[in-house]
């Protein structure tokens, strides 16, 4: 009814200063309904609880991604310190939702919720609020991998990851 109303009132008050075909741009504009987003080919997943210090990279790494069919869900699972404050900056990207549990869930009720209730992609990332990507194509990269090789097997394999001492009291350890 607004977008009616708004064409009602182009069609008695038009603008002065534009010609005609202008006018009828705009109201074919109104009258035609907005795409609906398209449904995201690939969710990242971020449970999360407690992690503060990390939660910040994670969330970078993830929206770093040159995957444009992607959300990004962090799942907070009744954090205590400042979790949530630090994922209030990224609500500005329309790919990034943060998700506050009323209650601490435990990890894998935490997963389970994420992965049945709010993830809506058709691949699914879990990325720990602890972890992080470190190559922006790495989104784009597997999902060109999965679409070359279709069938119902899917394998998951963990490369590696590097453990970091925040306190720098131990050098970094590369483990494939």
């Not at 799942?75 to 205590?80: F, R």
């Not at 949530?84 to 601490?104: A, G, M």
């Not at 194509?137 to 119902?152: D, E, R, V, Y």
Request: aromatic share 8%.
């Amino acid at each position: 009814s607004l977008r009616e109303s708004f064409r009602q009132n182009l069609i008695r008050h038009p603008f002065k200063l534009n010609p005609e075909s202008d006018l009828e741009r705009l109201i074919t504009m109104i009258e035609t309904p907005k795409e609906t987003p398209a449904k995201p080919a690939v969710t990242i997943l971020i449970p999360t609880c407690n992690q503060d210090i990390y939660i910040d990279r994670a969330i970078s790494s993830a929206l770093m991604q040159d995957f444009s069919a992607l959300e990004v869900i962090v799942i907070d699972d009744a954090s205590t310190d400042n979790t949530e404050s630090i994922c209030q900056k990224w609500l500005h990207d329309s790919r990034f939702r943060y998700v506050r549990n009323p209650r601490n869930l435990v990890r894998v009720r935490n997963y389970q919720y994420g992965l049945r209730d709010l993830a809506s992609g058709d691949w699914v990332l879990m990325l720990d609020g602890d972890d992080y990507l470190t190559d922006a194509g790495f989104i784009k990269t597997a999902w060109h991998a999965l679409q070359s090789h279709p069938g119902p097997d899917v394998v998951f394999v963990q490369a590696g990851h590097r453990v970091q001492y925040s306190d720098h009291s131990q050098p970094d350890i590369n483990i494939l």
